[in-house]
């Protein structure tokens, strides 16, 4: 699964750990799982797949936890890396064995690895843009490859099979750990500062985006499958367009601008995979989608560092604040899905565009001309 997307990655060149990006390639399998387990879930419990979704919510829960309390406890180590890719492997691997009941739990334990292994990869790029690139490209580049693999495996064996599959992945990075080390244990923490008002509307603006996007993206695959009536391996290949188109914008060398306008037209393919169900358009706006979010992403930051007068700060707080938007979306998605998929359009592409009016505001005011206090 990882030997054609790391021979592309080693093709670009990254100077991050090897264990880093293997590790952060193990993560992004498991996501990239999660829209197609909710939709291979709700056919074996024969549940909606907006109830099934609560395994989504469960593991970004342990997410959240564990990104945010370990930077406040624990210090990045590459026994941390070791203890979080073991607890991810025992966690998938008991995933398959109980009842839907208890998945629940145990999604919540395989948000804590996922967490603290995003933690320690942030905080090796920290400060660095280009560092930051070679870990933000991960994402798109191992979903690629991802997506139809994931689909293949859940349609030939099942949801059990894919748990199992992710449970052994979880083990690859054990093979860097003796030749990696770690740069972030060098960097001596510092005093913090609050934020200025125009960067606090920026964080909430970056919460609503990850809100308004994980309340569709999360139900795109039982969209497309149910809704538009696609069949599961095209619906993975439209997957796969999304994270290809998205490689070249994460990996963006140039300035990064207007991210009121890459945030709307996200919006905008949002609410089309929802309520828009022809083939082509479905196909189309999930693909766009992907080359839009990461040109809005990084634009986004890129904005709040200019009112920031602590810009480092803020891009922690961003990510905290991104991932509190991803535990609440696909609960508030799941509740419109199971109304009307035009609700969930609504809510989920309102939202966004809430961000995006944020931002077109804070880009025609200037920087930051007063410290933070």
Sequence with gaps: MFQTPLRVLSA????????????????????????????????????????????STAQLAGFVIASWGAGRLL???????????LLGAAANVTSALVPFGALIGVRVISGLSLGAIAWIAWAEVFGDDQRTGDI??????????????LSSVMDLAGSDWVFI???????????????????SPDRIASQRHRPTRAAVAMLVALGLLTFGGSSVFIYAAAIGTDEVGLGVVVVSLVFSANNIVGIPS??????????ALWVGVTATCAVIVAAVHIGPLFIAALTIWGFAFWMALPAAFSTLARHSRYPAERAGDAQAYMAAGRVVGPVMGGAMYEVAPIALAIVGGGTMLLAAAVFAIMEQRPGVVARES
């Design 75 to 85: 210090r990045p180590r590459r026994r941390i890396v070791v203890w979080a890719v």
């Design 165 to 183: 599959g992710l449970g052994v992945i979880h083990l690859v990075p054990l093979a860097f750990v003796g030749t990696s080390r770690l740069d």
């Design 136 to 149: 933000a490209v991960i994402g798109p580049l191992v979903g690629t490859v991802a997506s139809p693999l």
């Design 250 to 259: 994460a990996r963006w060398r140039g300035e990064r601008r207007h991210a």
């Design 12 to 55: 670009l060149r990254p100077n991050v750990s090897p264990l880093v990006i293997v590790a952060t390639a193990v993560s992004t399998v498991v996501f990239t799982a999660t829209p197609f387990l909710i939709t291979g879930l709700a056919d074996t419990y024969d549940m909606r797949p907006s109830r099934v979704g609560i395994i």
